[in-house]
């Protein structure tokens, strides 16, 4: 209970969610990102080989 009060009541426990937020959403944009790109360059080459 109190790693939530910390987490939540503190600037710096604040900061820390952000920045654990903010890296999952990166994290998940890049995945999204590469994966459309390799679709479309493996559309583009004809398909595998």
């Known amino acids: ?10 600037d710096v426990g604040l900061m ?3 920045v654990i937020v903010f890296m999952l ?9 590469f994966l459309r790109h390799v679709a479309e360059d493996t559309v ?5 080989r």
């Not at 959403?25 to 990102?33: L, Q, S, T």
């Not at 583009?44 to 595998?48: D, V």
């Open 1 to 10: 209970m109190q790693l939530w009060k910390d987490l939540l009541g503190s």
């Open 25 to 33: 959403g990166m994290g998940a944009f890049y995945v999204r990102y």
């Open 16 to 18: 820390s969610l952000g």
């Open 44 to 48: 583009r080459s004809g398909g595998q």
